[in-house]
Each structure stands twice: as structure tokens, then as C-alpha cells.
């Protein structure tokens, strides 16, 4: 079964603007981590924001924020003021053990 | 500057050949990954280590192999009895295996079949 769900395929969003991407996870494990990466088009997997099971506040790193809803097992991340290079892949992943299980990714493309 | 270097950028495979993709990091990371990533797809754990001379096999191991000599490195051979070789292959490590450890990326290889 799926583990991680990422709805959107494909987004739009205009330069300045905010923008949420959405990830459902599944799990019956009370310790886990919720991990964010960015895949542009060089194809380099980039590390952007961390959140716990057990962490209280959502967690905030500059422009990126996730919305943690744990009762919904929803984690989502939230790019505010848009900027052109954003473009790329988004990928939400959970950690229960040893790796890191993948969604599928969203493709997000910022325009002018 | 401390990170993931994985060689070559490309590699193309003959029919019946075996490859060998290197990962090199310098973050005294005591665990490493590889995983592969088809088109349009999140990505899958090939293998992982802990610990030198320790690996263990992720969810997609067959046709493939690795060893960890050293706590730098740890090469993946992609081997003849891997019939769908084609992807991008990308290799990761962290400072352990806890779920709050968050993994770091390398820039990746793709591997061709020719």
C-alpha cells in the first residue's frame, strides 16, 4: 500500500504568491519523520524542511513551512512569496525506520 | 566543502555487462543509501548500509550489489542480471538510522542501456 500520497501532479503559481503543496502518509509507527525535498531539473534531491511525530510546532524554514495536521496524517508544505527558481519537483517522504519512503512528487511551475 | 560525489554524471551499459557506480561522501556519515528513481516516480531503496562492512538490502536489491570498505564509500554494481537497468540512480547518506536523521543527496548518475 501507498504510503505517502501526493495528490497534485501539477501546480501553478504565480512569482510572489503562496503556495501549498499537499502529502498525505499512512502509518501505524508513533515515531516518524516527515522529510520535504526539491528535485530540479539537474536532478539533485535538496533537503528543505524536517517534521516529527512528536514535535508540538509545525516547522518553519525561511520561505517553507508544513502545515503538520497528525490526526489527519497530513503534512504539507507551504512555499510563500514564489520565486521563479522554485520551479521544479517536490517530494514529501517518511521515515519509520532505515529509509526514506517517496510520494511520487508534485511538479510545481512559478510564473511571472 | 563537505558532501555526496557520485561518478560518472552518465553511464551507458552493454548487454550482459556489469557496472559500477561510485558514492563518495565526506560528512563522517555512518550510514549510506542507494536508491533509483524511474520517470515520474518518487524513489526506491536499492540497498543500505549502517555500518562499514555491513549492508543490508532495500525494497528493489535484485540484480544488484554493493559493498562498504570504507566508512567514505559505498559502490553499487549494477550487474547483467538487472534486466531493466534503466533509471536515474541517486546515493544518500546520514548521520545514522533514527527517523529524525534527515538523509543528504548526491547529484546522481543516470544509466543508459545501449
Known amino acids: 500500500a501507498q504510503k505517502i500520497t501526493q495528490t497534485q501532479p501539477g501546480m501553478f503559481v504565480q512569482e510572489k504568491e503562496a503556495v501549498t503543496l499537499d502529502c498525505t502518509y499512512d502509518t501505524s509507527d508513533p515515531s516518524y519523520g516527515l522529510f520535504w525535498y526539491k528535485q530540479p531539473s539537474s536532478g539533485e534531491m535538496i533537503f528543505l524542511i524536517y517534521?516529527?511525530?512528536?514535535?508540538?510546532q509545525n516547522a518553519t524554514e525561511g520561505r517553507y513551512s508544513l502545515n503538520f495536521q497528525k490526526a489527519r496524517k497530513s503534512a504539507n508544505l507551504v512555499i510563500s512569496a514564489s520565486q521563479l527558481g522554485d520551479s521544479a519537483m517536490y517530494f514529501c517522504?517518511?521515515?519509520?525506520?532505515?529509509?526514506?519512503?517517496f510520494g511520487k512528487g508534485t511538479s510545481l511551475l512559478v510564473t511571472p | 566543502d563537505g558532501g555526496i560525489t557520485q561518478s560518472p554524471k552518465y553511464l551507458f551499459r552493454k548487454e550482459g555487462q556489469n557496472v559500477t557506480l561510485s558514492c563518495e561522501q565526506n560528512?563522517?556519515?555512518?550510514?549510506m543509501y542507494w536508491y533509483r528513481q524511474d520517470p515520474g516516480q518518487g524513489l526506491r531503496l536499492i540497498y543500505y548500509?549502517?555500518?562499514?562492512?555491513?549492508?543490508q538490502k532495500g525494497d528493489i536489491a535484485e540484480g544488484y550489489s554493493v559493498s562498504r570498505e570504507k566508512k567514505e564509500s559505498f559502490p553499487l554494481t549494477v550487474t547483467s542480471a538487472q534486466k531493466n537497468p534503466t533509471a536515474f540512480y541517486l546515493c544518500?547518506?546520514?548521520?545514522?538510522?533514527?527517523?529524525?536523521?534527515?538523509?543528504?543527496f548526491g547529484p546522481g548518475t543516470r544509466l543508459l542501456v545501449l
Open positions: 517522504a517518511m521515515r519509520e525506520g532505515y529509509a526514506l519512503n
Open positions: 560528512l563522517n556519515h555512518d550510514a
Open positions: 548500509s549502517q555500518i562499514v562492512n555491513d549492508f
Open positions: 544518500a547518506s546520514s548521520g545514522g538510522t533514527a527517523v529524525w536523521e534527515t538523509q543528504y
Open positions: 517534521q516529527g511525530s512528536y514535535d508540538q
